[in-house]
């Protein structure tokens, strides 16, 4: 089973920032946090993943908590392209899953 | 910028038959999944595959199913007798190293939509 929780759903206006939240309050100290996104009927992207210290890319910033129970992805300039599943998936260093567990991730909506 | 590849992006089949679904790995990395998607479902683990070996596989890839890496750039997945609930899309996946950590983000591919009939 997934080790986070998002909400089902969003809206985020076209040009501001979309924040979306996920909790991991089980998340142990090797683990990481990585968020993907799949845009309708394409294959999942990556987008970022961290440790503990925020991190940015060009695609998105994460901040993680202090007490790493929960994180925020900040697509800064939300466009209509970014509307799409987000799903945030916590793995370990040590994990002996090569696997990425999916949960069902936040439906955000970008609107004009 | 390096890409996953997969073809055919559909494939129509009768039920009982046999598919084999491609895959292009981006050149330089060395570990290769595949994952499925019935429609509106969870994206699911399928299996993972590093040195010409499985290296984990999930109960949903039972004897029907293999994978093979015949050459030195695609990895395919074969369904030996497909089924009515075969039907979702995969998706092939690759990346540098596993885990968790650096450079082992996995890159996916767009997909091949199987439709069992």
């Known amino acids: 089973d997934a080790k986070t929780t998002q909400p089902p759903s969003m809206d985020c206006a076209e040009g501001r920032a979309a924040n979306l939240p996920c909790n991991h309050s089980?998340?142990?100290?090797?683990?990481?946090v990585y968020w993907y996104r799949q845009i309708h009927s394409q294959g999942p992207q990556y987008i970022i993943h961290?440790?503990?210290?925020?991190e940015t890319n060009e695609m998105a910033s994460l901040i993680i908590t202090e007490d790493r129970k929960s994180s925020t992805l900040i697509l800064p300039h939300a466009t209509l392209r970014d509307t799409a599943v987000y799903y945030c998936i916590v793995r370990g260093l040590m994990d002996s899953n090569y696997q990425l567990i999916w949960g069902a991730g936040t439906k955000l909506i970008i609107k004009p | 910028e390096p890409e996953v590849t997969q073809t055919p992006s559909h494939q129509v089949t009768q039920m009982g038959q046999e598919v084999i679904l491609r895959c292009v790995p981006i050149?330089?990395?060395?570990?290769f999944y595949w994952y499925r998607q019935i429609l509106g479902q969870k994206v699911e683990f399928l299996v993972s595959f590093y040195n010409n070996e499985i290296s984990e596989k999930s109960e949903i890839f039972d004897d029907q199913f293999s994978v093979e890496r015949p050459d030195g750039s695609n990895f395919t997945l074969k369904i030996r007798s497909t089924k009515l609930e075969d039907s979702a899309m995969y998706f092939c996946?690759?990346?540098?190293?596993?885990?968790?950590?650096?450079?082992?983000?996995?890159?996916f591919g767009p997909g091949t939509r199987l439709t069992v009939l």
């Open positions: 089980t998340i142990s100290g090797n683990e990481y």
């Open positions: 050149s330089n990395h060395l570990y």
């Open positions: 961290g440790l503990k210290n925020n």
């Open positions: 996946a690759s990346s540098y190293r596993p885990f968790a950590g650096l450079n082992n983000e996995q890159f």
